[in-house]
């Protein structure tokens, strides 16, 4: 993921799925960290909720795979 993309990834979370910075930064030091990775980690620790999963993979699919 470019860094553009990588940083409106980070904006989505917060602004649209009102995902705390301090939460994202927990995620983010996680070993395994990629964008990829980071919903299940986000759910992982509880962080967000199975639709807000849901709703991460559709924007990457849209976003980064198209």
């Known amino acids: ?3 553009r ?3 409106q990834f980070m904006q989505f979370l917060q ?3 009102g995902i705390p910075d301090t939460n994202l930064k927990l995620a983010l ?3 395994e ?3 990829s990775l980071l919903p299940m980690i986000l759910w ?3 962080l967000v909720t199975l639709n807000q999963v849901n ?3 559709d924007w990457l699919e849209y976003r980064v795979l198209k």
Request: charge should be negative; avoid cysteine.
């Open 55 to 57: 709703q991460i993979f």
């Open 44 to 46: 992982q620790y509880g």
């Open 33 to 35: 960290q990629t964008p």
């Open 5 to 7: 993309e990588l940083s």
């Open 29 to 31: 030091q996680h070993p």
């Open 1 to 3: 993921m470019e860094s």
């Open 15 to 17: 602004d649209d799925l």
